[in-house]
């Protein structure tokens, strides 16, 4: 039997590929995993990841855990709102200016990837909290996530860009060497 989503008409993007639920769900699904995607690579999730990881890598000292889960997202809960706050005076200079609504949705979507950055760390960290793993494991892994969160980036848009293996090995290398470089700059000047 043939599934309703490997027809001719769904492959088109006809009528009938909207009208069964499967592939409604699937392009639900799909839209919120790009904008998911998009809102971590995108410049506010890279600086986000590079802000985290400093920030967890300047807290080596934290009596537990949870304290650099709490020192983290106050920080990052600060840096998000003044974000927000630019995007929201920057949109009342443009002629004519938004509704105010408009400016506050547009930042807090356009920043949404410095929020998400600390997502895994501040996971893996509560890990540690619970208790779990142990709670130097646990600092280490999250130290690592943003590392191997830049890479991933890195080779994502290699790949996005349609380069080749070892373009996509540069890509990852490239990210995550100058995303040492950054994060190692951020720790010196704090």
Not at 159 to 165: A, C, D, K, L, P
């Amino acid at each position: 039997m043939q599934n309703p989503t490997d027809s001719p008409d769904a492959d088109a993007g006809g009528a009938d590929a909207a009208a069964t639920p499967t592939a409604a769900l699937r392009a639900v699904g799909t839209r919120h995993v790009r904008r998911f995607v998009s809102a971590y690579s995108g410049e506010h999730g890279v600086y986000g990841i590079v802000l985290v990881t400093a920030l967890i890598a300047a807290e080596i000292d934290a009596e537990t855990d949870f304290d650099v889960i709490l020192f983290v997202l106050g920080t990052v809960g600060v840096f998000w709102l003044a974000h927000i706050y630019a995007a929201v005076v920057a949109s009342r200079g443009r002629h004519p200016a938004p509704p105010l609504r408009v400016g506050i949705r547009d930042g807090i979507r356009h920043s949404s990837g410095m929020a998400l950055a600390m997502l895994i760390p501040v996971v893996l960290l509560a890990l540690g909290t619970l208790q779990w793993v142990e709670e130097w494991t646990a600092y280490f892994l999250a130290l690592g996530s943003g590392v191997v969160i830049l890479g991933v980036i890195g080779y994502a848009n290699a790949r996005r860009n349609g380069s080749s293996w070892p373009w996509r090995l540069l890509g990852v290398l490239s990210t995550t060497l100058l995303g040492l470089l950054v994060i190692a700059l951020s720790i010196a000047v704090h």
